[in-house]
């Protein structure tokens, strides 16, 4: 993917996961967005590892967002792209995304 | 700034706006919503051309994000960094990004 198409994705990830964040964890969502809604950009090795990441949120219970691509340009319909954990504080973020790189 | 940089300002935009637009121009960001939120990633070729989009957009009631960096990491303190524009009807959005190239 073009660095365009990357940024989109994590945009779709981002929004997913703010708005499930906005209707389920009000009070993570409002700490979230007096503290500068906070972003940081990580990078996993491979599909298995973001699969992972994605259900062991889920596992415990953070708002989490899996992005599937449209397909109608760069890569095939249905491709995992991008997934986005929280917002949530910071310690149960770093449960599941603390040993990863940036992006 | 750094691949994971571009795209966490792309998604401070991105969402800022999208939340404007949920306030302000609901049914807008109904029609987003069912349509997939699409997203396009755009490039400028100066501050000043940013700003003026912004300000356009602005001009027009389109939703729009001005997303200005806290500075903490790898640009100065309020670094105008990226703006969006929408979610609002493709033919209004594209009065004000319609000449821009993809990132």
Redesign the interface.
């Known amino acids: 993917m073009?660095?365009?198409?990357?940024?989109?994705q994590?945009?779709?990830?981002?929004?997913g996961a703010?708005l499930e964040a906005m209707k389920k964890k009000p009070s993570w969502f409002e700490e979230w967005t007096k503290g500068?809604?906070k972003?940081?950009?990580?990078?996993v090795g491979s599909l298995k590892e973001l699969l992972e990441i994605y259900q062991k949120a889920r596992d415990l219970g953070l708002p989490a967002f899996l992005v599937k691509d449209?397909g109608l340009t760069q890569v095939e319909p249905g491709t995992v792209t991008a997934v986005a954990v929280g917002p949530a504080p910071e310690e149960e973020v770093d449960k599941v995304t603390g040993h990863l790189k940036?992006?």
């Open positions: 073009g660095k365009g198409k990357i940024c989109a994590v945009a779709h990830a981002s929004l703010a500068g809604q972003k940081v950009v990580l990078k449209a940036l992006l």
